[in-house]
Nanobody, 119 residues
Framework: QVRLVESGGGLVQPGGSLRLSCAAS????????MGWYRQAPGKQRELVAV???????NYAESVKGRFTISRDNAKNTSYLQMNSLKPEDTAVHYC?????????????WGQGTQVTVSS
């Protein structure tokens, strides 16, 4: 059974930092591209950052220079370090794992973790 479990969300003041974690189980983690997405109330889910199995990364323009995505294949975990947080970063943040390797395309989502940036 595949599970993605996010953690690390919470309430932080503008300018503060949070680190989100996504712990995966039930998959061969290293062949999956890991992504972080977010969905604010009344808005569509949007890409925040992705990292491939060989550590190629891509970021939304709105978070470039503030957020850093990383992964630890030995721990089956992906991370999103979020610095200089702004109120507009407030959203439920979701972890996604996807691959086209070794079988049909597959993707899995976590349950999400709330990030609230407010004074």
């Amino acid at each position: 059974q595949v599970r993605l479990v996010e953690s690390g969300g919470g309430l932080v003041q503008p300018g503060g930092s949070l680190r989100l974690s996504c712990a995966a189980s039930g998959i061969i983690f290293s062949i999956y591209t890991m992504g972080w997405y977010r969905q604010a109330p009344g808005k569509q889910r949007e890409l925040v950052a992705v990292i491939s199995g060989i550590d190629n990364t891509n970021y939304a323009e709105s978070v470039k220079g503030r957020f850093t995505i990383s992964r630890d294949n030995a721990k089956n975990t992906s991370y999103l370090q979020m610095n200089s947080l702004k109120p507009e970063d407030t959203a439920v943040h979701y972890c996604k794992a996807e691959t086209t390797k070794w079988g049909p395309p597959r993707e899995y989502w976590g349950q999400g973790t709330q990030v609230t940036v407010s004074s």
